[in-house]
C-alpha cells in the first residue's frame, strides 16, 4: 500500500476524530447491525480500523473485534481509547495481511484500504487483492460491508482541459491533481493519484473475489441508510456476504 497515504495517516492521527465525518459511529453502527444481526461474541474484523471508533463501539457491545491497519500511529490512539476493552490490535497491510482464523464479519469503512494507491501500482490488482484478503478471513455466507469512495462524484466535477493538462485521463479513469483539503489543522494540499471506480465496476470485483453483492448503497457518513447511491456522494456502500463453500 502507498508509503504516500501510510505517511499521511501517521501525520493525522493525534487529530483523526475531530473530523466532522467521525462523529456519527454510534449510529453507523446500529445501521451496520440492522443489515446482518450478528450473534453475540461474534467474531468481527475491521479493516483500515484507523483510531478504531467502530471497533470500539462493536466491542462495547459485546463482539470479540479484530482492528487491522498501516498506520502505528493510528493504533496507538485506538489503544488509548480502548482501555478497558478486550480488542486485537494489529498493524498490517489490508493488500497482504494473513491471520490464523477466520471471522463472522468484516468491515471496511471510511475508505479504510480500497484506493489508497501511488503511482505505478495498478489498482484494480490493488483493490481486488484487499477483497479477496477479506474473502479468505470470513466464514462460509459471512457479512461484508465496504465503503468506498463514489466515482460518480468526481467524474460528474471533471471537466475537458483536465485531460489536456494531465490531470485526468479517461481511457484509464486515473486522476492526478493537488487537491486542498480541510482537516483539524488546517486547510493542507494533497497530492492524489486515484482510479474512479464507479459502483458496476466494484459489485463486478465483489463478485469476482468471493462475494455476492446484496445492495449498493449511499455511504456518505452520517447519513448511510438503505436508500439508492446518489451521484454526488463522497462514498458508495456495498452490502455483501461470502458465497458459502
Known sequence: MSSMWKEFFESQAATYDQNPFTQHTTSEI???LSLYPLAPGARILDVGCGTGRHSIELAKRGFRVTGLD????????ARKKAEGLDIEWIEADAVQFEL?????AAFCLCEGGPGLIQRGDDPVKHEMAIF?????HLNPSAPFVLTCLNGYSIIRQLKDEFIGDGRFNPSTMISSYVDEWDLPEGTKQIQIFERLFIAPEVVRMLTDSGFKVDAVYGGTAGYWGKR???LDEVEA???CRKLPH
Not at 479477496?132 to 479468505?136: A, G, L, P, S, T
Request: no cysteine; net charge negative; proline share 7%.
Open 30 to 32: 446500529d445501521f451496520l
Open 70 to 77: 498501516f498506520s502505528p500511529a493510528m493504533l496507538s490512539e
Open 100 to 104: 490464523d482464523r477466520t471471522f463472522d
Open 132 to 136: 479477496k484478503n477479506i474473502e479468505h
Open 228 to 230: 439508492p447511491l446518489s
Open 237 to 239: 456502500m456495498f452490502v
